[in-house]
């Protein structure tokens, strides 16, 4: 079965900084793999997917961006943080015909 | 694209009782339709899936009504326990890179 290692659990940063947060898979080959982001007492909004390395598809425009450099490797970046880009990340992989796996999220705080 | 909207956000049921959990979505090709669980701090997990095929799913106490002509999808917990206490999540994929589309989530608690 699937696992997805995502770190760091927290994260605090200033306005301003860089940031960026990793997602590797373990158990499968080529999956689909997804970040979304959960605003407190919100639901998921998906921000950015993957079917494949290098390839990026963006649903949310925003000063956020995300990479694949590898088949199980999946980042997410930004050049500046902004106060709004502060919620919990989850990084998911599609499983099978079992719908997604998602790994344990990174809670990011912008101060 | 896709759109899902969940009904209530909040819910509260006496341990024992039933709670219910409506879901609609807008794309008429949609056809998989998973609810997940999440746990304070947690993340979400899956709980029950159904796919366009069929109109209804039981897993114990858990079962999933789909309505495709209505394009609204249900989420029936019998028997409550306060373990069932947390926010659940319907959501919906039309199968086009296996996206899904969640709803704002029911905030569920069981009163012991």
């Known amino acids: 079965s699937q696992t997805i290692h995502q770190w760091p659990a927290t994260l605090v940063q200033p306005v301003g900084s860089p940031l960026s947060l990793e997602c590797t898979v373990e158990?499968?080959?080529?999956?689909?793999l997804y970040w979304y982001r959960q605003a407190a007492g919100r639901g998921l909004q998906l921000l950015f997917y993957s079917v494949g390395i290098g390839q990026i598809s963006s649903e949310v425009p925003q000063n956020l961006s995300a990479s694949r450099p590898q088949d199980r490797q999946f980042i997410l970046s930004s050049k500046k943080l902004l106060l709004s880009d502060s919620g919990f990340y989850l990084c998911a992989s599609i499983s099978g015909v079992r719908g997604y796996t998602f790994g344990s999220g990174t809670r990011l705080t912008v101060v | 694209g896709e759109n899902v909207e969940q009904h209530p956000s909040t819910l509260s049921v006496q341990e024992g009782d039933s709670a219910v959990i409506k879901c609609t979505y807008s794309?008429?090709?949609?056809?998989?339709f998973p609810w997940y669980k999440q746990e304070l701090g947690k993340r979400p997990q899956l709980i029950i899936d159904?796919?366009?095929?069929?109109g209804e799913k039981k897993d114990q106490r858990i079962a999933v009504t789909l309505n495709k002509t209505a394009k609204h999808f249900s989420l029936h917990i019998t028997e409550t326990q306060p373990e069932d206490s947390a926010v659940y999540f319907c959501a919906a994929s039309n199968g086009h890179d296996y996206k899904l589309s969640f709803g704002a989530g029911t905030t569920v608690t069981v009163r012991a």
């Open positions: 794309d008429s090709a949609s056809n998989y």
């Open positions: 158990g499968t080959s080529n999956p689909n």
């Open positions: 159904i796919r366009s095929n069929v």
